[in-house]
Protein backbone atom coordinates (compact mmCIF):
# COMPACT_ATOMS: atom_id res chain seq x y z
CA UNK A 1 0.00 0.00 0.00
CA UNK A 2 1.60 3.17 -1.12
CA UNK A 3 0.21 6.71 -0.30
CA UNK A 4 -0.66 8.95 -3.07
CA UNK A 5 -2.22 12.09 -3.69
CA UNK A 6 -5.05 12.42 -6.36
CA UNK A 7 -5.15 16.05 -7.95
CA UNK A 8 -7.98 17.57 -9.99
CA UNK A 9 -9.99 13.92 -8.19
CA UNK A 10 -13.22 15.05 -9.63
CA UNK A 11 -11.99 15.05 -13.40
CA UNK A 12 -12.83 12.44 -15.85
CA UNK A 13 -9.40 10.82 -15.71
CA UNK A 14 -9.05 12.24 -11.82
CA UNK A 15 -12.01 10.05 -10.68
CA UNK A 16 -10.33 7.05 -12.49
CA UNK A 17 -7.48 7.73 -10.78
CA UNK A 18 -9.11 7.66 -7.48
CA UNK A 19 -11.42 4.66 -7.85
CA UNK A 20 -8.39 2.99 -9.35
CA UNK A 21 -6.45 3.80 -6.56
CA UNK A 22 -8.63 3.31 -3.59
CA UNK A 23 -9.33 -0.18 -5.65
CA UNK A 24 -6.20 -1.29 -5.05
CA UNK A 25 -5.63 -0.63 -1.36
CA UNK A 26 -3.31 3.07 -1.38
CA UNK A 27 -4.27 5.59 0.93
CA UNK A 28 -5.71 8.54 -1.11
CA UNK A 29 -5.84 12.02 -0.83
CA UNK A 30 -7.80 14.17 -2.97
CA UNK A 31 -6.88 17.49 -3.84
CA UNK A 32 -10.23 19.04 -5.45
CA UNK A 33 -11.90 22.02 -5.63
CA UNK A 34 -15.22 21.41 -5.15
CA UNK A 35 -15.15 18.43 -2.34
CA UNK A 36 -19.56 18.23 -3.40
CA UNK A 37 -18.76 16.90 -6.80
CA UNK A 38 -16.47 13.93 -4.96
CA UNK A 39 -19.69 12.24 -3.11
CA UNK A 40 -18.71 9.99 -0.50
CA UNK A 41 -15.25 8.45 -0.67
CA UNK A 42 -12.95 7.14 1.65
CA UNK A 43 -9.87 9.49 0.61
CA UNK A 44 -8.62 12.02 2.54
CA UNK A 45 -10.46 15.31 0.95
CA UNK A 46 -8.34 18.61 0.49
CA UNK A 47 -10.57 21.65 -1.17
CA UNK A 48 -8.32 23.53 -2.89
CA UNK A 49 -8.83 25.73 -6.26
CA UNK A 50 -5.26 25.45 -8.03
CA UNK A 51 -6.14 29.08 -10.23
CA UNK A 52 -5.32 30.55 -7.04
CA UNK A 53 -3.40 27.97 -4.87
CA UNK A 54 -2.97 28.13 -1.29
CA UNK A 55 1.16 26.90 -0.74
CA UNK A 56 0.23 25.35 2.92
CA UNK A 57 -2.97 23.83 1.82
CA UNK A 58 -0.73 22.38 -0.28
CA UNK A 59 2.12 21.37 1.52
CA UNK A 60 -0.66 19.34 3.90
CA UNK A 61 -1.92 17.85 1.10
CA UNK A 62 1.44 16.19 -0.13
CA UNK A 63 3.26 15.57 2.60
CA UNK A 64 4.59 12.47 3.82
CA UNK A 65 2.91 10.85 -0.11
CA UNK A 66 4.88 8.39 -2.19
CA UNK A 67 3.44 9.87 -4.97
CA UNK A 68 1.22 12.38 -6.53
CA UNK A 69 -0.63 11.79 -9.82
CA UNK A 70 -2.12 15.30 -11.54
CA UNK A 71 -4.96 14.90 -14.08
CA UNK A 72 -5.58 18.95 -13.85
CA UNK A 73 -6.21 20.51 -16.80
CA UNK A 74 -8.76 23.30 -17.91
CA UNK A 75 -12.08 22.13 -18.31
CA UNK A 76 -13.26 25.21 -20.48
CA UNK A 77 -11.37 27.79 -22.63
CA UNK A 78 -11.79 30.67 -20.24
CA UNK A 79 -9.64 28.31 -17.32
CA UNK A 80 -6.94 28.01 -19.78
CA UNK A 81 -4.23 28.74 -17.61
CA UNK A 82 -4.81 26.50 -14.61
CA UNK A 83 -2.48 23.41 -15.73
CA UNK A 84 0.84 25.35 -15.81
CA UNK A 85 -0.04 27.66 -12.67
CA UNK A 86 -1.96 25.00 -10.09
CA UNK A 87 1.01 22.69 -11.37
CA UNK A 88 3.90 24.98 -10.71
CA UNK A 89 2.16 24.95 -6.97
CA UNK A 90 2.12 21.26 -6.71
CA UNK A 91 5.53 21.09 -7.53
CA UNK A 92 6.59 23.63 -4.96
CA UNK A 93 4.40 21.63 -2.39
CA UNK A 94 6.43 18.72 -3.43
CA UNK A 95 9.80 20.54 -3.17
CA UNK A 96 8.99 22.21 0.41
CA UNK A 97 7.98 18.85 1.71
CA UNK A 98 10.28 16.56 0.11
CA UNK A 99 7.85 14.47 -1.85
CA UNK A 100 9.70 13.44 -5.29
CA UNK A 101 7.18 11.50 -7.49
CA UNK A 102 4.68 12.98 -9.79
CA UNK A 103 3.15 12.11 -13.10
CA UNK A 104 0.70 14.30 -14.89
CA UNK A 105 -1.23 14.50 -17.56
CA UNK A 106 -0.45 16.60 -20.89
CA UNK A 107 -1.46 16.09 -24.44
CA UNK A 108 -0.24 14.01 -27.49
CA UNK A 109 0.14 17.55 -29.44
CA UNK A 110 2.00 19.18 -26.81
CA UNK A 111 5.25 17.47 -28.37
CA UNK A 112 5.94 20.09 -31.19
CA UNK A 113 4.30 22.97 -28.99
CA UNK A 114 6.95 25.72 -28.60
CA UNK A 115 7.52 27.09 -24.98
CA UNK A 116 10.16 29.20 -23.00
CA UNK A 117 11.95 25.75 -22.05
CA UNK A 118 11.63 24.04 -25.36
CA UNK A 119 11.05 27.12 -27.99
CA UNK A 120 12.07 25.31 -31.18
CA UNK A 121 10.16 21.61 -30.88
CA UNK A 122 10.16 19.08 -33.64
CA UNK A 123 7.74 20.87 -36.23
CA UNK A 124 6.28 16.88 -36.66
CA UNK A 125 5.91 14.28 -34.13
CA UNK A 126 7.83 10.91 -35.35
CA UNK A 127 4.80 8.61 -34.08
CA UNK A 128 2.08 10.71 -35.92
CA UNK A 129 1.11 9.43 -39.47
CA UNK A 130 0.00 11.05 -42.79
CA UNK A 131 -3.59 11.81 -41.85
CA UNK A 132 -2.55 12.89 -37.92
CA UNK A 133 0.50 14.91 -39.02
CA UNK A 134 -1.20 17.07 -41.95
CA UNK A 135 -4.57 17.24 -40.81
CA UNK A 136 -5.65 16.86 -37.50
CA UNK A 137 -2.46 18.34 -35.43
CA UNK A 138 -2.10 21.46 -37.19
CA UNK A 139 -6.11 21.94 -36.72
CA UNK A 140 -6.16 20.91 -33.43
CA UNK A 141 -3.14 23.30 -32.50
CA UNK A 142 -5.08 25.92 -33.95
CA UNK A 143 -7.76 25.55 -31.82
CA UNK A 144 -6.49 24.34 -28.71
CA UNK A 145 -3.26 26.79 -29.02
CA UNK A 146 -3.61 28.29 -26.12
CA UNK A 147 -4.74 25.10 -23.98
CA UNK A 148 -1.50 23.07 -25.55
CA UNK A 149 0.96 26.32 -24.80
CA UNK A 150 -0.18 26.01 -21.08
CA UNK A 151 0.34 22.16 -20.78
CA UNK A 152 3.91 22.89 -22.73
CA UNK A 153 4.65 25.09 -19.99
CA UNK A 154 3.48 22.98 -17.72
CA UNK A 155 6.00 20.16 -18.83
CA UNK A 156 8.50 23.20 -18.73
CA UNK A 157 7.64 23.58 -15.04
CA UNK A 158 8.33 20.06 -14.57
CA UNK A 159 11.89 19.46 -16.59
CA UNK A 160 13.21 22.24 -14.58
CA UNK A 161 12.34 20.90 -10.96
CA UNK A 162 14.20 18.46 -9.29
CA UNK A 163 11.40 16.05 -8.31
CA UNK A 164 10.94 12.50 -10.28
CA UNK A 165 8.86 13.35 -12.73
CA UNK A 166 7.08 11.70 -15.61
CA UNK A 167 5.01 13.51 -18.41
CA UNK A 168 1.56 11.41 -19.65
CA UNK A 169 0.65 12.67 -22.94
CA UNK A 170 -2.85 10.69 -24.60
CA UNK A 171 -4.10 11.53 -27.67
CA UNK A 172 -7.79 12.01 -27.61
CA UNK A 173 -9.23 10.86 -24.86
CA UNK A 174 -12.54 8.32 -24.79
CA UNK A 175 -14.89 7.75 -21.94
CA UNK A 176 -14.72 3.69 -22.54
CA UNK A 177 -14.18 1.09 -20.70
CA UNK A 178 -10.39 -0.06 -19.18
CA UNK A 179 -8.55 -2.56 -21.50
CA UNK A 180 -5.38 -2.86 -19.69
CA UNK A 181 -3.92 -3.30 -23.61
CA UNK A 182 -2.66 0.03 -24.55
CA UNK A 183 0.48 1.20 -26.71
CA UNK A 184 3.33 3.38 -25.21
CA UNK A 185 6.23 5.39 -26.46
CA UNK A 186 9.41 7.25 -24.57
CA UNK A 187 8.96 11.18 -25.81
CA UNK A 188 7.62 10.57 -29.60
CA UNK A 189 3.65 9.88 -29.87
CA UNK A 190 2.57 6.11 -30.04
CA UNK A 191 2.77 5.40 -33.95
CA UNK A 192 -0.57 6.11 -36.06
CA UNK A 193 -2.67 6.19 -32.85
CA UNK A 194 -5.52 8.66 -32.23
CA UNK A 195 -7.33 7.54 -28.90
CA UNK A 196 -7.05 6.11 -25.26
CA UNK A 197 -9.44 5.88 -22.77
CA UNK A 198 -9.74 7.94 -19.73
CA UNK A 199 -9.60 4.75 -17.84
CA UNK A 200 -6.25 3.26 -18.94
CA UNK A 201 -4.62 6.89 -18.74
CA UNK A 202 -5.29 6.00 -15.26
CA UNK A 203 -4.36 2.92 -15.15
CA UNK A 204 -0.74 3.10 -16.54
CA UNK A 205 -0.32 6.74 -14.33
CA UNK A 206 -0.90 4.17 -11.39
CA UNK A 207 1.36 1.67 -13.04
CA UNK A 208 3.98 3.91 -13.77
CA UNK A 209 4.55 5.04 -10.12
CA UNK A 210 7.49 2.27 -9.37
CA UNK A 211 8.83 2.15 -12.80
CA UNK A 212 12.30 3.93 -12.79
CA UNK A 213 12.11 3.48 -16.93
CA UNK A 214 9.60 6.20 -16.76
CA UNK A 215 11.24 8.76 -14.52
CA UNK A 216 11.95 12.35 -16.13
CA UNK A 217 10.40 11.07 -19.66
CA UNK A 218 7.14 11.77 -21.53
CA UNK A 219 5.20 9.20 -22.28
CA UNK A 220 2.75 8.69 -24.51
CA UNK A 221 -0.15 6.04 -24.57
CA UNK A 222 -3.03 5.20 -27.14
CA UNK A 223 -4.57 2.41 -28.33
N1 LIG B 1 -10.16 15.84 -23.92
C1 LIG B 1 -9.19 15.22 -24.58
O1 LIG B 1 -9.45 14.50 -25.57
C2 LIG B 1 -7.77 15.36 -24.15
C3 LIG B 1 -6.78 14.77 -24.91
C4 LIG B 1 -5.46 14.82 -24.46
C5 LIG B 1 -5.16 15.46 -23.27
N2 LIG B 1 -6.14 16.06 -22.54
C6 LIG B 1 -5.76 16.70 -21.27
O2 LIG B 1 -6.12 15.82 -20.22
C7 LIG B 1 -6.64 16.58 -19.13
C8 LIG B 1 -7.51 15.70 -18.29
O3 LIG B 1 -8.62 15.25 -19.05
P1 LIG B 1 -10.03 15.06 -18.35
O4 LIG B 1 -10.95 14.54 -19.37
O5 LIG B 1 -9.83 14.32 -17.07
O6 LIG B 1 -10.39 16.61 -18.04
P2 LIG B 1 -11.51 17.21 -17.07
O7 LIG B 1 -12.60 16.21 -16.87
O8 LIG B 1 -11.86 18.55 -17.63
O9 LIG B 1 -10.76 17.38 -15.68
C9 LIG B 1 -10.01 18.52 -15.35
C10 LIG B 1 -9.85 18.51 -13.86
O10 LIG B 1 -9.13 19.69 -13.46
C11 LIG B 1 -9.84 20.26 -12.36
N3 LIG B 1 -9.63 21.70 -12.26
C12 LIG B 1 -9.74 22.61 -13.24
N4 LIG B 1 -9.52 23.84 -12.74
C13 LIG B 1 -9.26 23.68 -11.42
C14 LIG B 1 -8.95 24.57 -10.37
N5 LIG B 1 -8.90 25.90 -10.56
N6 LIG B 1 -8.73 24.08 -9.14
C15 LIG B 1 -8.79 22.74 -8.91
N7 LIG B 1 -9.09 21.84 -9.87
C16 LIG B 1 -9.32 22.31 -11.11
C17 LIG B 1 -11.29 20.00 -12.67
O11 LIG B 1 -12.07 20.22 -11.50
P3 LIG B 1 -13.69 20.26 -11.57
O12 LIG B 1 -14.13 18.83 -11.61
O13 LIG B 1 -14.06 20.97 -10.34
O14 LIG B 1 -14.04 21.02 -12.84
C18 LIG B 1 -11.19 18.54 -13.10
O15 LIG B 1 -11.08 17.73 -11.96
C19 LIG B 1 -7.38 17.72 -19.85
O16 LIG B 1 -7.58 18.80 -18.99
C20 LIG B 1 -6.44 18.03 -21.00
O17 LIG B 1 -5.47 18.97 -20.58
C21 LIG B 1 -7.43 16.01 -22.95
Redesign the pocket.
Known amino acids: MSKIVVV???????RHLLNQSLAAGHEVTAV???PQ?LGSTPARVVR????LPQAGLLEDAVAGADAVLS?????TAA?TG??SI?TRAVVEAMTATGVRRLIV????SVGTVASPGRPDPPRHNPGDGVVMRHLIAPVAKKLFRR?YLD?AVMEDILRDSDLAWTVSR????LETRLRRRYRTAFDVNVRSAMFIS?ADVASHMLAMIDDPSTVHRTVSIAY
Open positions: AATGGIGVRNRCDLAALGAPEVAGVSAAHLPPRLR
